[in-house]
């Protein structure tokens, strides 16, 4: 971190702030020029809030020379991070599909989705059983019971599950789960996130609606800074001006989160356009860019779905996009895993 100093600033202020610094365990750099001094921060500047440094009343500026994420931070981890999820590598070249209905609604529906997709190639099954939805009067998931029919279908296929927590007072209900998703709504929960971290459970956290990349990282680093590094980052998809998709999937948090961290990162292009039709152009951009796997939604009956039908993919549908997907994983000369 870099401070640039006011010109004239006393040197017993100064003084001060150096102190300041020194007792956190900060190396200084000191430079005196003709008119701008500049103080150089070495160390682990992470726990440095740059607003806080920025009011002191001698200080023109302060600068970020590097992130304030560490755990996740490719950095000090230079090899992307495999996590291994019910014997299934995910991340590096290992390829994953987690497909499924939005929520889980009968267990006739959670099996017929499962069984299907099982065979196109998904590797995970995803459904929702407690629902994040906008309005109160909306159907809200049938929580623990959408949970056991999820677990039923899990026994009854082989395919280990994915699905949202929205409390941490749930915990408990999730022993079972494979992956815990923390939905984009909330992704700075912090009490949630502090408790995932103590967890052992991999986590798949959804990027928020209006996050930036830096935002993102820091919600994943709160999990990892609790001790627990199973985590994949999943792209869904955020809000802009443009009204015609429901949200804007961004194709560059792909690259960019590749570069600025070790952790696999996940596309979910169903949340991100919000119509079925954009599921096939964007789940193969992604893979173009470089994910290590997708999120998708599929129904057995996406007309009739209790939410999220517009977005659902039929199965046969889904079996088309996956056709499509399997190709090109294997073009990006990566392993589709399945279940
Ligand atoms: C979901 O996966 O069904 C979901 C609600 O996703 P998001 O949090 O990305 O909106
Ligand atoms: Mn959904």
Not at 40 to 54: C, F, M, N, Q
Not at 278 to 303: F, K, Q, T, V, Y
Request: contains cysteine; charged residues 25%; aromatic residues 6%.
């Amino acid at each position: 971190m870099v401070v640039i100093l006011k010109p004239n600033a006393p040197k017993e202020r100064i003084d001060n702030l150096l102190n300041h610094f020194k007792d956190m365990g900060l190396s200084i750099n000191y430079s005196e020029g003709a008119n701008t001094t500049i103080i150089g921060l070495i160390g682990d500047t992470s726990r440095i809030d740059e607003s806080d440094v920025a009011a002191y009343e001698i200080v023109e500026r302060v600068q970020r020379v590097s992130e304030p994420f560490k755990k996740v931070n490719r950095k000090f981890h230079p090899k992307d991070s495999i996590i291994e999820v019910a014997g299934r590598k995910i991340g590096e070249g290992y390829f994953n599909v987690f497909a499924g209905p939005c929520s889980v609604e009968s267990e006739e529906q959670i099996l017929m989705v499962a069984e299907s997709v099982k065979k196109a190639g998904a590797s995970f099954l995803r459904g929702g059983a407690f629902k994040p939805r906008t309005s109160p009067y909306s159907f809200q998931g049938l929580e623990a019971d959408g949970l056991k029919l999820l677990l039923a279908a899990k026994r009854q296929t082989g395919m280990p599950i994915v699905t949202e927590i929205m409390s941490e007072k749930h915990l408990d209900l999730f022993a079972d789960v494979d992956i815990i998703q923390v939905g984009a709504r909330n992704m700075q929960n912090f009490m949630l996130l502090k408790e995932l971290g103590r967890s052992n459970k991999p986590i798949l956290l959804k990027r928020g609606l209006s996050s930036t990349m830096e935002e993102f990282l820091m919600s994943a680093e709160y999990i990892c800074a609790g001790g627990n590094e199973n985590v994949m980052l999943c792209e869904r998809g955020i809000r802009t001006f443009e009204t015609m998709i429901r949200n804007n999937l961004d194709i560059s948090a792909v690259p960019l989160a590749k570069t600025l961290s070790h952790l696999p990162i996940i596309v979910d292009p169903s949340h991100a356009a919000g119509r079925r039709d954009m599921i096939d152009p964007l789940s193969r951009a992604a893979i173009a860019a470089g994910a290590d796997g997708l999120m998708i939604e599929a129904h057995n009956n996406p007309r009739c779905a209790l939410c999220d039908g517009a977005q659902s993919l039929d199965l046969p549908q889904f079996d088309s996009v996956m056709e499509n997907i399997s190709r090109r994983v294997v073009f990006e000369g990566k392993q589709l895993v399945t279940a």
